[in-house]
């Protein structure tokens, strides 16, 4: 099951939209380029299984 959440860019701050794999599990991290700037994001993403409520933290790729 897929649903879509909302970040905001670590370089630029302007929002995105990412989709997150609720099946994956509660907690998850990847890198998204962010779609104005291109600059990568790691997302790390926390979802509560019982309300399904999604909380998104993004930092810098400096890699």
């Not at 701050?13 to 991290?29: H, K, M, R, V, Y």
């Not at 926390?46 to 890699?63: F, K, N, P, S």
């Amino acid at each position: 099951m897929q649903t879509t959440a909302e970040y905001y860019c670590a370089f630029c701050g302007e929002p995105n939209l990412t989709f997150i794999d609720l099946s994956a599990g509660g907690q998850q991290s990847y890198v998204e380029d962010c779609q104005v700037c291109c600059n990568p994001n790691i997302l790390y993403i926390r979802v509560d299984e019982d309300t399904l409520d999604i909380e998104i933290d993004t930092e810098y790729d400096e890699g």
